[in-house]
C-alpha cells in the first residue's frame, strides 16, 4: 500500500478549519448583535430602541415599537408613518404594524391607500382586530353600508365561546353601531347575528343603557324557546318592564321563562284569577320578576326548609320596632276587589303580633286603602292599576314587647273578590 502524503493535504485542512472558525466567529458576532439589540430594546425607551435598531436595522419589531414610543413624544412626526411603513416591508404579514400605518395614511387625507393597507391586515390576520379598525375606520368615513358588513363580521369572529369566557367586550361594539344609527330595527337586522348568547349581552346593553323600546324587540327573539344562557337577562328585562309598568310586557316574559323551564313557577294570568306566584312558599324566593322578595333585617333570622314548605321567621326581640318581611309585585286587573288569606302558625299570638299583609302601589310606594286583620285582607284595585306590590309586615303593637320566637308562614291565597 503505498504512504499517504500528508504534508500535501495540510492546506486543505487549513482552509476548511479557517473557514469553519470564521461561520463560528460570524455566528458569535451575530449573536452578540442580537442580545445587545434586544437589549437596548427591552429597555424600552424611544433612544434606546433606535440604538436596537441600529444594531438590528432588519427587525421589524424594533421599527414597530420605535413609531409608538415616538407617537407618545411626538405625535405629529412624520418619523411615525415611515417606521411603521418600515416595519411593514420587512415583514408583510405584520398585521398590528399596517393597521397602525393605515391611521397614519387617514390622518394624512389618504383614505384609499389607508383602505387598501387595513383589507390588506384583514386578509393576512383573521382575528378581530383587522375588522373591529374597519368597522371604526368606515364609521369615521361616513360609509354605513361597508360597516354594517363589518359590524356583524366582528361579531362573527367574538363567537360565542369568546363571548361567554370574557375574551371579548361586546360593548364597544353595540356602543359604535348607536352611533351609526339611532334606529334600533335597523341594528337588529343589519349587525346583531342571529345568535341567542350575542342577542342575550345586547338585551342586557339595551336595558343598561335604558333602551326599553328596542329591548322589547331583542326580547321578544329570545323569549320563544328561552335557553338558560339567557336567563339573567330575560329576568332583567322583567324587572324593568315591572318597574316601568309595563305589566303586560313583563307578564308575557314570565310565562315565557315558565313554559321553557327556567322558572319552577305556573305561568301568570289575572284575568283568570292567577296573580300569585309560589303561595305555597315551596321554592327558595329568588327575588326577581313576579316571585317573593325577603326583606327582613339582620336582627330577623329567614329560613326556606325544602320538604317543609313555607318560610320562618325568627325573631330576637331585639328587631326594629318597624319593617317588612316579604312582598311580591302581583298583576291585578284594574277595578276589580280582591281578598287576602294567610296560614301561619307562632311560638306567639299571631292575632296581636303586629305582623298583617297591606298592599302598596309599589312605583309610587302609596299604600292602597284595605279593611281587615292582619291575616285577612281585602282591597280594591285603582281603575288605573294593573300591578300591585303584596307585602308582609311588622308593626309593633302599642303596649305590647318586641316579639320573640318563630313565626312560620305556610300559604297565602289572593282571589277574586264579589
Known amino acids: 500500500m503505498p504512504a499517504i502524503n500528508t504534508t500535501a493535504l495540510r492546506p486543505a485542512g487549513m482552509i476548511v478549519w479557517s473557514a469553519l472558525l470564521l461561520v463560528f466567529l460570524l455566528g458569535t458576532?451575530?449573536?452578540?448583535?442580537?442580545?445587545?439589540?434586544?437589549?437596548?430594546?427591552?429597555?424600552?425607551t424611544q433612544p434606546e430602541i433606535e440604538r436596537a435598531i441600529h444594531y438590528m436595522p432588519s427587525n421589524a419589531r424594533y421599527h414597530y415599537y420605535d413609531a409608538l414610543a415616538i407617537e407618545q413624544n411626538k405625535p405629529t412626526s412624520p418619523d411615525i408613518a415611515r417606521q411603521f411603513e418600515q416595519a411593514v416591508r420587512l415583514n408583510p404579514r405584520f398585521s398590528d404594524a399596517m393597521l397602525a400605518w393605515s391611521v397614519e395614511l387617514e390622518l394624512a387625507g389618504q383614505r384609499a391607500a389607508a383602505e387598501a393597507l387595513l383589507d390588506?391586515?384583514?386578509?393576512?390576520?383573521?382575528?378581530?382586530?383587522?375588522?373591529?379598525?374597519?368597522?371604526?375606520?368606515?364609521?369615521?368615513?361616513?360609509?354605513e353600508a361597508k360597516f354594517w358588513?363589518?359590524?356583524?363580521?366582528?361579531?362573527?369572529?367574538?363567537?360565542?365561546?369568546?363571548?361567554?369566557?370574557?375574551?371579548?367586550?361586546?360593548?364597544?361594539?353595540?356602543?359604535?353601531c348607536w352611533n351609526v344609527t339611532q334606529d334600533p330595527s335597523t341594528i337588529l337586522t343589519k349587525a346583531i347575528p342571529n345568535d341567542r348568547v350575542i342577542q342575550g349581552y345586547y338585551l342586557g346593553y339595551l336595558l343598561n343603557t335604558n333602551r326599553f323600546e328596542a329591548a322589547k324587540q331583542v326580547a321578544a327573539l329570545l323569549l320563544p324557546n328561552a335557553q338558560p344562557i339567557n336567563q339573567p337577562f330575560l329576568f332583567a328585562y322583567c324587572n324593568s318592564m315591572i318597574a316601568l309598568g309595563e305589566?303586560?310586557?313583563?307578564?308575557?316574559?314570565?310565562?315565557?321563562?315558565?313554559?321553557?323551564?327556567?322558572?319552577?313557577?305556573?305561568?301568570l294570568n289575572p284575568a283568570a284569577n292567577v296573580s300569585l306566584t309560589d303561595s305555597r312558599f315551596s321554592a327558595p324566593p329568588t327575588g326577581v320578576g313576579f316571585d317573593w322578595r325577603v326583606r327582613v333585617p339582620e336582627s330577623v333570622r329567614f329560613r326556606f326548609t325544602d320538604g317543609s314548605p313555607g318560610y320562618q321567621f325568627t325573631f330576637n326581640g331585639s328587631q326594629p320596632e318597624a319593617f317588612d318581611l316579604i312582598s311580591e309585585i302581583i298583576p291585578v286587573v284594574p277595578g276589580r276587589t280582591y281578598q287576602v288569606t294567610s296560614n301561619a302558625k307562632a311560638d306567639f299570638d299571631p292575632s296581636a303580633s303586629g305582623i298583617r299583609w297591606s298592599v302598596w302601589d309599589y312605583r309610587s310606594?302609596?299604600?292602597i286603602g284595605a279593611q281587615g286583620d292582619g291575616h285577612l285582607l281585602k282591597f280594591a284595585v285603582p281603575n288605573n292599576v294593573s300591578?300591585?306590590?303584596?307585602?308582609?309586615?311588622?308593626?309593633?303593637?302599642?303596649?305590647?314587647?318586641?316579639?320573640?320566637?318563630?313565626?312560620?308562614?305556610?300559604?297565602?291565597?289572593?282571589?277574586?273578590?264579589?
Not at 121 to 137: E, G, K, T, V
Not at 250 to 266: G, K, P, T
Not at 400 to 408: A, E, F, Q
Open 387 to 418: 300591578a300591585l306590590e303584596l307585602r308582609l309586615s311588622y308593626q309593633r303593637q302599642m303596649g305590647t314587647l318586641m316579639l320573640k320566637g318563630d313565626y312560620d308562614l305556610n300559604q297565602v291565597t289572593l282571589k277574586q273578590s264579589p
Open 365 to 367: 310606594n302609596h299604600q
Open 29 to 44: 458576532f451575530r449573536a452578540t448583535l442580537v442580545g445587545l439589540s434586544d437589549w437596548y430594546f427591552r429597555i424600552g
Open 120 to 143: 390588506r391586515a384583514q386578509d393576512i390576520d383573521h382575528l378581530l382586530r383587522p375588522s373591529w379598525a374597519l368597522a371604526n375606520f368606515y364609521y369615521r368615513t361616513g360609509n
Open 247 to 267: 305589566i303586560a310586557s313583563a307578564v308575557q316574559a314570565w310565562n315565557a321563562m315558565s313554559a321553557s323551564h327556567l322558572i319552577n313557577f305556573a305561568p
Open 149 to 176: 358588513a363589518e359590524a356583524q363580521n366582528c361579531f362573527r369572529l367574538m363567537s360565542r365561546t369568546g363571548v361567554m369566557e370574557g375574551r371579548f367586550a361586546l360593548v364597544p361594539v353595540f356602543n359604535l
